[in-house]
């Protein structure tokens, strides 16, 4: 309730008595179309990622695979990062009446005051619901069950993990400006050495195992279906 009424925040407000008491900009001013261009961006970004994500896990059955193309290429995380775009578009728009100087006191306040909603959105998507559960948890599991951990180590050193960058310059960046600039923070990062719960070793053991009694159980379904076919009579004209 809370996540919705903040980010309705700036469209609520916008729409209120007491701003509409005051005259308002006509639509079209710089302000506008440049949160109009932000908004497009941010919505195709989000969505054509989200779709991208979809076909590429009906594409790739098997665990292993790391989605690494379309916008992924440049972000782990590029639905999350549309979302923040559309949200922040949206308050550009809505704030116009008061940074165009159309409004004063209490109303004027409001109104950049509803700026809350692109910012709570935002420390949702980075610090509680969105990257602290995809992160670390996923680089854990992956690591765990050698589930091509190599690859995605790679994954990680070259693709920025929220604002899209070129992977070839993002592999060649200083570690300090990811840190910082590009908010790879240290909560998101994983260190087998104090986050995992076994030694890789142990780990590829048990995946090895474990695949080893997928193949052996897979090779007697074989057999009993070869010795069903063998015990079925022959037909003859």
């Known amino acids: 309730m809370f996540w919705v009424w903040t980010c309705s925040l700036p469209v609520t407000i916008l729409n209120s008595p007491k701003v509409q008491a005051f005259d308002q900009p006509s639509f079209g001013t710089g302000r506008d179309i440049a949160g109009v261009v932000l908004y497009a961006i941010g919505l195709c ?8 994500k979809y076909n590429f896990r009906r594409t790739h059955n098997g665990r292993a695979p790391i989605c690494d193309t379309g916008f ?62 995809s992160e670390r948890p996923g680089a854990k599991k992956r690591y765990e069950n050698d589930n091509n951990w190599d690859g995605y180590q790679e994954y990680l050193n070259k693709t920025s993990i929220l604002i899209p960058f070129p992977p070839q310059l993002y592999r060649r960046m200083p570690t300090v400006l990811k840190k910082t600039v590009f908010l790879e923070f240290p909560m998101y990062s994983f260190d087998p050495s104090k986050h995992s719960d076994m030694q890789k070793g142990q780990a590829v053991a048990e995946s090895r195992e474990r695949q080893e009694r997928r193949q052996e159980r897979r090779q007697e379904r074989r057999s009993s279906e070869a010795i069903l076919v063998d015990q079925i009579p022959e037909t003859t004209q």
């Open 45 to 52: 970004m989000e969505a054509v990622s989200d779709m991208q």
């Open 72 to 133: 992924f290429a440049w972000s782990r995380h590029p639905n999350y990062f549309g979302e923040i775009i559309i949200q922040f578009a949206i308050f550009m728009i809505a704030v116009s009446p008061a940074a165009y100087g159309y409004l004063d006191g209490g109303a004027y306040k409001a109104l950049y005051a509803s700026i809350l909603g692109p910012f709570f959105l935002t420390a949702l998507l980075m610090f509680l619901s969105g990257l602290p559960l």
